[in-house]
DNA sequence: CAAACAAACTAACAAGTGTTAGTTTTTGTT
DNA sequence: AACAAAAACTAACACTTGTTAGTTTGTTTG
């Protein structure tokens, strides 16, 4: 277990700034101020604004596509994997909330590492959609249009950066019942 | 019914690249090469680059103001009055694809009318909120965090200029449908 | 103490930013 | 054909951007 370097320092406040206003809008001045340094001085540590980008994205994405493969060969039933894909997006999402930001809104501004990321996301969906098909085929989930499935679900668990820092009072085993309820079996009784 | 002028069209221009990159990462010179002139040109319709993102984000936040007073207003029961919203999204979603990325995305770069613009979005969130909060008190939605209920329905509405385009084949009164049967009675059987 | 290293600094660069001023070209109307 | 209005142009501005070079300061270690 390493201990915080300087450059993880940068990385998390870059994070924290990238969520407020986005990659393109900060400039590597405001991040320095947010460090307390000049601009200049972060080129000890980092190579360039590129990379600090880099990081943040990449090593997320990796994160869901180990995990979700985790999840996929499981012996359980396709409900509970997607319990499981819910559970995932909320540790994720809580111990991340900015690097989250990142993933889902500046991705694109990902240059070298683009189609790296693209491929990566591409595969985690198709597996999302994998188990969601399984689960229409065994009859356990209703028969309607697994892209509309997913899409919905996805959309709640890409957004959850957003809300769970506000929810520190109840607990991420208590959000991911209650998403996983209302997710699955709906809101009227 | 007006013709599109030249403004309109350099709005329209502009909200497409605004999706594809952001607010931040588009410029006045890219925004002018997507017309086919020159930056400097566009100052004879447009005042400024603020200008043209406030245009595209207040008129949509007030059509989704104006629409959910008369729904709230109508005289149907809750899971009707989510039913409508699910509609309403929908349909603004298929009609301005491009320009509700910059409602989701940028709305934090409006300089202005930022503050004017929260005010029509935390009172959207308030009627929404009202509605379900309505809904579980006449037993009609299930008794869970109302909270929790409207951040993931509105998450998967926010995300629907995603993914609306892509599917033309269906048309809006379809995806309406599907989207309120997942949202509302789940997927599992 | 001295050497080595980490981490900050100042100063500057080349390129890119939104925008303005002034001018020319295109279009439509009489 | 003449004129006005609309819409484009060139040139430039003041400022901001990411980044580099070279130097100084502070801290650890032999």
Redesign the pocket.
């Known amino acids: 277990m390493k201990s915080e370097t300087?450059k993880d320092e940068i990385i998390k406040t870059a994070a924290e700034l990238f969520k407020e206003k986005g990659y393109s809008a900060?400039?590597?001045?405001d991040l320095a101020t947010a460090m307390g340094?000049?601009?200049?001085?972060l080129?000890?540590?980092i190579n360039?604004?590129?990379e600090i980008l880099k990081e943040i994205i990449i090593s997320l994405a990796e994160e869901f596509t180990k995990e979700i493969e985790v999840i996929v060969s499981s012996n359980t039933n396709s409900l509970d994997k997607l319990s499981q894909i819910i559970a995932l997006h909320v540790k994720i999402s809580t111990n991340n909330a900015n690097e989250m930001a990142s993933l889902n809104n500046d991705w694109m501004h990902l240059e070298d590492q683009l189609s790296y990321y693209l491929k990566l996301r591409d595969n985690y969906e198709a597996t999302f959609l994998k188990i969601i098909k399984e689960g229409i085929m065994s009859s356990e989930i209703k028969k309607a249009n697994p892209e509309i499935i997913m899409f919905s679900m996805l959309s709640t668990l890409r957004s959850l950066y957003l809300w769970v820092p506000n929810k520190e009072d109840s607990n991420a085993n208590d959000l991911a019942n209650n998403l996983s309820k209302i997710l699955i079996q709906g809101i009227n009784k």
Request: hydrophobic share 30%; glycine share 0%.
């Open positions: 300087r900060v400039t590597m001045r340094i000049k601009a200049a001085s080129y000890n540590h360039s604004k590129q």
